[in-house]
């Protein structure tokens, strides 16, 4: 009898520890991509790929981009890392220098209209 309540001990305790990991990716919340707004300005520099116009904004593939993101309440920084992105109407504001045949450039102080998609 002491023996199978040791053994049911054992074996509750491994299916607990078993268990410890599914429960840990249950309630971990991956932090989703920042929220744009039409309001505020975000700054950028870095390097780009295939920058265009659209008909929103801009899109661009980013190599490496730093972002500041300025709203009236807050103020997000980030790095963006090879992905495409989305930003706003340029306001000709900062520095932005378009490669060969436009397929690589470098931005630097360069300011759009509200929030970043990537």
Do not use: W
């Not at 001990?9 to 971990?28: D, H, K, W, Y």
């Amino acid at each position: 009898m002491n023996i199978k309540r040791k053994l049911i001990g054992i074996f509750v305790c491994a299916i607990m520890l078993a268990t410890i990991p599914l429960a840990a990716g249950i309630t971990v919340d991956e932090q989703d991509d920042p929220e744009t707004t039409q309001l505020g300005r975000t700054i950028l520099r870095g390097f780009v790929l295939n920058y265009r116009n659209s008909g929103f904004g801009n899109k661009f593939f980013a190599l490496r981009v730093h972002y500041i993101e300025i709203t009236g309440t807050s103020r997000t920084t980030g790095v963006i890392t090879f992905r495409p992105c989305q930003v706003g109407k340029e306001l000709l504001l900062g520095y932005r220098r378009d490669g060969p045949i436009g397929m690589f450039g470098y931005m630097f102080g360069a300011t759009f209209r509200g929030g970043i998609d990537y």
